[in-house]
């Protein structure tokens, strides 16, 4: 059964820099195909996904905050971690992990596992 | 501005059909698979189709997804009041090196 759970801070003041957790269970960051994700949705607004790390270590970022963002694994510790630079209000949102498998050998593609999400509110 | 363009709203009564677009170019949904979501307020978005056209296990058979060119769709028939949500479809853009989503249909059951 594969889970995932996001963990930080709820409150960060503008100007600091964000440091999301994802930990997760049921899969390996080291088996082919396997990545995590990270997305987010502001209140009202759209989904949106910010970064991507894969099984070997490749890495992705939105074009839109490649500067600003880091996404890190620990492998034997089954987590993986955004960090965020200068956080402003409009990065007020609710932040979320999700598992990806991306080989044609995977029952399914594309983002089937998620965490439950947490929500961030960037305020001085 | 999403890369991928979808409808902002879609209705329709309990029963009916409804199909949801999602319009893209050649870097994305023209080389690559289209993923749709649903997204419930206060809960996870959950994969409804994968692979252009294919269900996850639990998905029920009244979801189907259709791709054309850099265009794809999603239909939901025999529509049930617990449908009422935002859909929103992905894909991978090969240009951006990125995923890309549509800005979500909010679908509402009248």
């Known amino acids: 059964q594969i889970t995932l759970k996001e963990s930080g801070p709820t409150l960060v003041k503008p100007t600091e820099t964000l440091m999301l957790t994802c930990t997760f269970s049921?899969?390996?960051?080291?088996?082919?195909?396997?990545?995590v994700g990270w997305f987010r949705q502001p209140p009202g607004k759209a989904l949106e996904w910010l970064a991507l790390?894969?099984?070997?270590?490749?890495?992705r970022y939105s074009p839109s905050l490649k500067s600003r963002l880091s996404i890190t694994k620990d492998t034997s510790k089954n987590q993986v971690v955004l960090t965020m630079t200068n956080m402003d209000p409009v990065d007020t949102a609710t932040y979320y992990c999700?598992?990806?498998?991306?080989?044609?050998?995977?029952?399914?593609?594309?983002?089937?596992?998620w965490g439950q999400g947490t929500l961030i509110t960037v305020s001085s | 501005q999403s890369v991928l363009s979808q409808p902002p709203s879609a209705s329709g009564t309990p029963g009916q059909r409804v199909t949801i677009s999602c319009s893209g170019s050649?870097?994305?949904?023209?080389?690559?698979?289209v993923f749709w979501y649903q997204k419930l307020p206060g809960t996870a978005p959950k994969l409804l189709i994968h692979?252009?056209?294919q269900r996850p296990s639990g998905v029920p058979d009244r979801f189907s997804g259709s791709k054309s060119g850099t265009s794809a769709s999603l239909a939901i028939s025999g529509l049930r009041s617990e449908d009422e949500a935002d859909y929103y479809c992905?894909?991978?853009?090969?240009?951006?090196?990125?995923?890309?989503f549509g800005g979500g249909t909010k679908l509402t059951v009248l």
């Open positions: 992905s894909a991978w853009d090969d240009r951006l090196s990125a995923v890309v």
């Open positions: 050649n870097s994305n949904i023209g080389r690559d698979y």
């Open positions: 692979r252009n056209n």
């Open positions: 049921g899969f390996s960051l080291s088996t082919t195909a396997v990545g």
């Open positions: 790390i894969y099984w070997n270590g490749d890495k």
């Open positions: 999700a598992h990806d498998c991306s080989s044609p050998s995977c029952s399914e593609q594309g983002f089937a596992y």
